[in-house]
Structures are given as C-alpha cells and as structure tokens.
C-alpha cells in the first residue's frame, strides 16, 4: 500500500507571497492532519479534516487554511508569507482501529521563506 | 508549553549501551503513540499502546505505558547506529482525533 505522498518536496518563496501544499492520504484513510515543524516550537497542529470537514483547529492565523476533496486529498494554503512561516509541513493519514489513534506521516514539504 | 514532556531531550551514547526516554504529563490519554524522525523525513510510527500498564516489545526496543495513561517510558537495549534519530511521544485524547507531540529526544549512537 503507497504512503502518504506531498508536493512539493521542498519549496523557497518571497515574503508576502502565498503557497500551497498538496496531501495524498493513504488509501482508504479519511482523515488527514497538519502539522507544522519547527527546531524551536517541535511539531505543532495546524488543523485536521475528515470527509472534507474541518473537525479540529489548532493555534494558527487565519492565513494558514486547508481543505479537503471527495477523494480524502487534501490541500494547506498560507497567504502573506512571513520569515517565520520557514519550517517543515507535514501531512499525516489515519485511520481508526479499535482502542487507538494512529497517524502516518508524509516526507514533508520544506518551505523557506526569503 | 508542551503538553507532553519528554526528558533528556539529548542522549549520546556509544554502540551497545541501553538508553530510556521519558514522555510524561499531567493529562490521561487513550493512547500514546511513539515515533522515530530522521532528518529531512517525516516520523514513522514505531507502537502505539492503549492500556495502562501495557508493555509492548519491537525487537531491541521496549515501550511501557503508565498505569493512569499519564507517562510512556521507551528502553532500547544493545543500541545501534540506526538507532540514531530524533524519538517523538505523542498523545491522543479520546474526545478529539489530534494529537499532542512532545518537544522529542535526539538520540545519537555512535559506532
């Protein structure tokens, strides 16, 4: 079974401008979750989806914004780019077995901002 | 502030040894979930333990969960090279599908 994939790998933009990161979950997962990665701040949630719902937000601006399609893909959008915005993205698919929670990671989009 | 606290947060030690990671907190999980990072790549799911009290054994690494559902403990024996990377705790609660990570211990063996 394929894992989680994200495009682009790596990525370098210009303050102010906006970017947008793409998610393929594993197939038959639901549920796709943010996440954004840092050396000072680790590895804070961004927000989660389920059947192209936000259910969970976590303690980002307004310009940081997802969705989610039909197909489980999904899609993280930060307008006006900031130096601070630098860091690690990363996806992250899951399913639901009985008595846990489990989350499956993609490699990452690398995002520099300059 | 971490939700999860995660001690050391560095560890080098030399091909052989045993090494222990603490995750604890003051919040009870239904689940805590253990993760191995390498640089430049997303974490990879080692184990996840349910019950309080549960041990779970991978090979050379042995994952214990608290009796309240509060700590984890991870103990590798006979370290590795390929032991090497960053460890990361995390928990999920069971009326919201996030999860909280610890701040994460790197671990380094050296050959």
Known sequence: KAGVTQTPRYLIKTRGQQVTLSCSPISGHRSVSWYQQTPGQGLQFLFEYFSETQRNKGNFPGRFSGRQFSNSRSEMNVSTLELGDSALYLCASSFYPTGGYEQYFGPGTRLTVT | ?111
């Not at chain 2, 309240?68 to 995390?90: E, F, N, V």
């Open chain 2, 1 to 111: 502030t971490q939700l999860l606290e995660q001690s050391p947060q560095f560890l080098s030690i030399q091909e052989g040894e045993n090494l222990t990671v603490y995750c604890n907190s003051s919040s009870v999980f239904s689940s805590l979930q253990w993760y191995r990072q390498e640089p430049g790549e997303g974490p990879v799911l080692l184990v996840t333990v349910v019950t309080g009290g549960e041990v779970k054994k991978l090979k050379r690494l042995t994952f214990q969960f608290g009796d309240a559902r509060k700590d984890s403990s991870l103990h590798i024996t006979a370290a590795q090279p390929g032991d090497t990377g960053l460890y990361l705790c995390a928990g999920a609660s069971s009326n919201d599908y996030k999860l909280s990570f610890g701040a994460g211990t790197t671990v380094t063996v050296r050959a």
